[in-house]
């Protein structure tokens, strides 16, 4: 199992308050394009430092502050 199935995303992110990685949310900007009738997001999103992230267990706060798993490899 690699360190992104164990932890539970692909950034080795692990929540600072329970240690866990698997039920984190960042927020994201993605680029839409404007169309006539709406809009239509292309796929690319980013995050970084800044970003809000939050966890399943209720913790709040930034993506800076997330921990990261000793054992990541890329
Ligand atoms: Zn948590």
């Known amino acids: ?31 839409a394009k404007l169309f006539p009738d709406g809009t239509d997001a292309d796929g690319d999103h980013e995050f970084d430092g800044p970003s809000s992230a939050k966890c399943a267990c209720g913790w709040n706060g930034k993506v800076s502050q997330l921990l990261l798993a000793d054992d990541f490899e890329d």
């Not at 199992?1 to 329970?18: D, H, I």
């Not at 990685?21 to 927020?27: H, K, N």
Request: one cysteine or more; aromatic letters at 10%; charged letters at 15%.
């Open 1 to 31: 199992m690699s360190t992104a199935e164990s932890v539970g995303n692909q950034f080795g992110y692990l929540c600072p308050k329970c240690k866990q990685g698997d039920d984190l949310s960042v927020v994201v900007q993605v680029w």
